[in-house]
């Protein structure tokens, strides 16, 4: 069973940093893309950033919102089979639950898209 697990939400000021993690088990795949979603009160939920996996490299980033380019960095730590998102200078908006996903054949930033998920975690930025 495929499971995916976030984690490193929480609560920070505007202008704190963040970093999630997300785990992904108890699949066989060699090729596969696991992307981190966002979902404000009362929004459809948005693709923040996408990375690809072959044979345990990861390549192939996307950032999906404009927003977060030159804010948030997408990595692979192939050892520990996870994809961190570091996010920094966080404003109020971002503001939201964020959600790791995988899919065994698609890099993408419509939700739609991606098949296995996880059930996110809560980043909260306070003004």
């Known amino acids: 069973e495929v499971q995916v697990v976030e984690s490193g939400g929480g609560l920070v000021h505007t202008g704190g940093s963040l970093r999630l993690s997300c785990a992904a088990s108890?699949?066989?795949?060699?090729?596969?893309?696991i992307a981190w979603f966002r979902q404000a009160p009362g929004k459809e939920r948005e693709g923040v950033s996408c990375?690809?996996?072959?044979?345990?490299?990861?390549?192939?980033?996307?950032y999906y919102p404009n927003s977060v380019r030159g804010r948030f960095t997408i990595s692979g730590d192939t050892a520990k089979n996870t994809v961190l998102l570091q996010m920094n200078s966080l404003k109020p908006e971002d503001t939201a639950v964020y959600y790791c996903?995988?899919?065994?054949?698609?890099?993408?930033?419509?939700?739609?898209?991606?098949?296995?998920w996880g059930k996110g975690t809560l980043v909260t930025v306070s003004s």
């Open positions: 996903a995988l899919d065994p054949w698609t890099c993408s930033g419509n939700f739609r898209d991606m098949r296995y």
């Open positions: 990375i690809k996996s072959r044979d345990g490299t990861y390549y192939g980033i996307t």
């Open positions: 108890g699949f066989t795949f060699d090729d596969y893309a």
